[in-house]
């Protein structure tokens, strides 16, 4: 009997190991397919060819709106601080006063 459950043990030790192992594979599939999709859409928005856009794919790190973004010259805009109108008069003041 205990034979039996030992074999049964290893049996489902070896099941478990490969739907890991399964599961793995697909995710590296999913990733896989997931930046090639990128890398088309890379393809179709710039003059890139494919191996181009891949390289710039590894360069800035699968980030690819920063690519297009970069090859049609879009710049991000700085984010404005929030200030109050106390704050900017006398900020202007300051400006103003280093300008003489």
Avoid: L, W
Wanted: charged share 35%.
């Amino acid at each position: 009997m205990e034979t039996e459950q030992k074999v049964k043990t290893k049996d489902e030790d070896e099941q478990k190991g490969e739907d890991i192992q399964q599961e793995k594979q697909e995710q590296q599939e999913h990733q896989n397919k997931e930046v090639d999709q990128k890398i088309q859409f890379i393809v179709n928005q710039t003059s890139y060819t494919y191996e181009t856009a891949k390289g710039m794919m590894e360069m800035f790190d699968g980030d690819y709106i920063k690519i297009i973004k970069m090859f049609h010259g879009i710049n991000d805009k700085p984010e404005e601080k929030n200030t109050t109108i106390n704050q900017e008069i006398f900020r202007q003041i300051r400006n103003k006063m280093q300008i003489n």
